[in-house]
């Protein structure tokens, strides 16, 4: 069965309030518009994937009350590191101790996504990892990154894109992965489901 294709008058509904994948959204010129999930993200189970991608499908189906008729995407970023997922920092302290364990060390950015049919199905589900290499940071590098007020928000306490640049020595895999979402797979997996037919969609301005 078809059903519409994403475009400025039917645009995807993205399951988030995150400035980091609205922005990525809004550069590539795809029309969607952002709905802030209530789902708590603290469901996490020993398998980082499943959880983030379990995430992902419970943020989609939250918000789709109302939006019957739209495509709709889910997402959830994790940072992973000796097998330990690494939530958003609640405190000061939180932000501390994990900037301090990531020092000098690569990690990985595990990335879920869902895209909802119009009726609700579950349609893809799918995840996407990038390693993260960061440099040996200083007791004083990591308080004065705190004092910016960056990590708070920032699942590991870091944002790559913005002034927690400095310390990322290296990645492998998706960069927009560890912004917070894969746009390359993304747009894949739109296509492949008939979401959208094809990309750049003509006509759209970033």
Same mark, same amino acid.
């Given at each position: 069965?078809?059903?519409?294709?994403?475009?400025?008058?039917?645009?995807?509904?993205?399951?988030?309030?995150?400035?980091?994948? #609205?922005?990525?959204?809004?550069?590539?010129?795809?029309?969607?518009?952002?709905?802030? %999930?209530?789902?708590?993200?603290?469901?996490?189970?020993?398998?980082?994937?499943?959880?983030?991608? %379990?995430?992902?499908?419970? #943020?989609?189906?939250?918000?789709?009350?109302?939006?019957?008729?739209?495509?709709?995407?889910?997402?959830?970023?994790?940072?992973?590191?000796?097998?330990?997922?690494?939530? #958003?920092?609640?405190?000061?302290?939180?932000?501390?101790?994990?900037?301090?364990?990531?020092?000098?060390?690569?990690?990985?950015?595990?990335?879920?996504?869902?895209?909802?049919?119009?009726?609700?199905?579950?349609?893809?589900?799918?995840?996407?990892?990038?390693?993260?290499?960061? #440099?040996?940071?200083?007791?004083?590098?990591?308080?004065?990154?705190?004092?910016?007020?960056?990590?708070?928000?920032?699942?590991?306490?870091?944002?790559?894109?913005?002034?927690?640049?400095?310390?990322?020595?290296?990645?492998?895999?998706?960069?927009?992965?560890?912004?917070?979402?894969?746009?390359?797979?993304?747009?894949?997996?739109?296509?492949?489901?008939?979401?959208?037919?094809?990309?750049?969609?003509?006509?759209?301005?970033?």
């Amino acid at each position: 069965m078809t059903y519409p294709l994403i475009n400025r008058q039917n645009p995807l509904i993205l399951a988030s309030s995150s400035p980091r994948r #609205k922005e990525l959204l809004t550069r590539i010129g795809l029309p969607f518009h952002p709905v802030a %999930s209530s789902v708590i993200e603290e469901d996490f189970n020993e398998d980082p994937v499943q959880s983030a991608c %379990s995430l992902a499908k419970q #943020k989609a189906v939250d918000v789709r009350p109302g939006f019957e008729s739209s495509w709709i995407l889910g997402a959830d970023t994790l940072v992973v590191v000796d097998n330990k997922i690494l939530g #958003k920092p609640e405190n000061e302290q939180d932000a501390v101790e994990m900037l301090t364990l990531l020092s000098g060390r690569d990690h990985n950015v595990i990335t879920g996504f869902c895209i909802l049919t119009p009726p609700g199905k579950a349609l893809h589900s799918e995840a996407v990892i990038t390693r993260v290499l960061l #440099k040996e940071l200083t007791r004083q590098e990591i308080v004065d990154y705190i004092k910016t007020g960056e990590p708070y928000g920032k699942a590991g306490s870091y944002a790559i894109q913005g002034i927690g640049a400095f310390m990322v020595e290296a990645i492998s895999g998706s960069y927009t992965n560890v912004v917070g979402l894969p746009v390359c797979a993304l747009i894949k997996a739109l296509i492949m489901v008939g979401a959208l037919e094809s990309f750049p969609i003509l006509g759209v301005k970033s």
